[in-house]
C-alpha cells in the first residue's frame, strides 16, 4: 500500500479494487457497521478520509471511519482492521 493521499483518483482505485476482490468483505461491513441484514448486493462507491459510501440493494449508506485516514495505506490498514473486529458468527 501507498502513502498517496485520498483523493478521487485513489478513491475509485481503492473502490474497484474492493468491488472486483472483496465482496464479502463489502457485505460485511454493511451488515456489522450499516446495520443492514441479508443484503444480496454491496458496491462501495467512494472512499473519503472520513467515511466509505456504500451502495447496499440500491440504497446509499456511509460508514464512519474512527479517526481520519492520512493516506491510502492507513485505508488498507483501517479496512482490514474493520474486516477483522467482525465477530465470527
Known sequence: MSSDPINSETSLRICNHMNKDHSQS????????????GSKEVEMVQLSSKAMELMVDGEM?????????????DAHNTLVAMIKSIPKS
Open 26 to 37: 463489502l457485505k460485511a461491513y454493511a451488515e456489522y457497521y450499516g446495520g443492514i441484514k
Open 61 to 73: 449508506i456511509s460508514i464512519d471511519f474512527d479517526h481520519e485516514l492520512q493516506d491510502c495505506s
